[in-house]
């Protein structure tokens, strides 16, 4: 059995937060939350990322553009695609989130797509944005945190930077935090860790145009 669950009650805790990202996101275009998931939920997550074992080195770019670059990054990921009752209710907080922002930001998100990140020690992922100015692909990302106890000496900080790179500020990857922004408007980075660091990445986006039609269109 998973105890995993989410809160039944919309107006409760859970729509609270769902209210406090949409605003994060409107006003300033990024937020980070300390024990957004319910306690249940983060644990089941972190026992699934710590214990599974297909993980894949990481590539740069999507699709065919996907090459390895160590230089920019060097942990390892792990695609979600809801084989455990955990990882179906991550991708069902995700699709609450989706709605959420949809019907209050009009954002039009019509995907979601995430995966699990493992970095050894000395791994880090090197300041970039995770999606391209006019590219309309990844238009919001989504990172949740699964390190229990992680301490300020363990590095691995995530480290955001508005849209001229100036640091926002820089985070500790404890269990339970979510960081949300907005994919073209924020570079960030990943600092070196000194400890297994793990994570789960995801990028809420809308359907890419279709070429043709767009053509068709103008
Ligand atoms: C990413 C990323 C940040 C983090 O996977 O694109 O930037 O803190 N992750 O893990
Ligand atoms: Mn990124």
Not at 34 to 56: G, M
């Amino acid at each position: 059995m998973n105890d995993a669950h989410l809160p039944e009650d919309p107006e409760g805790q859970a729509g609270y937060l769902l209210n406090a990202v949409a605003d994060a996101l409107a006003e300033r275009g990024w937020g980070v939350f300390p024990h957004a998931l319910p306690p249940a939920l983060s644990h089941s997550l972190w026992q699934r990322a710590t214990t599974l074992e297909h993980y894949q080195p990481a590539g740069v770019g999507r699709q065919t553009r996907h090459r390895r670059n160590r230089f920019v990054r060097n942990d390892e990921t792990a695609w979600i695609e809801g084989v455990t009752d955990e990882e179906v209710v991550w991708l069902d907080w995700a699709e609450r989130l989706r709605e959420h922002l949809n019907r209050s930001l009009f954002l039009g998100l019509t995907e979601f797509e995430t995966h699990f990140a493992r970095y050894a020690p000395g791994a880090f992922y090197a300041r970039h944005r995770d999606a391209f100015k006019g590219s309309e692909n990844r238009v919001v990302s989504l990172v949740l945190y699964l390190n229990p106890a992680w301490q300020p000496a363990d590095g691995g900080q995530l480290v955001l930077y508005d849209d001229r790179s100036r640091e926002l500020g820089r985070f500790e990857p404890e269990l339970g935090t979510i960081a949300v922004f907005l994919s073209e408007q924020h570079p960030h980075e990943v600092l070196a860790t000194e400890r297994p660091r793990h994570s789960i990445a995801g990028w809420f986006r809308r359907r890419e145009a279709n070429p043709m039609l767009a053509g068709a269109q103008s």
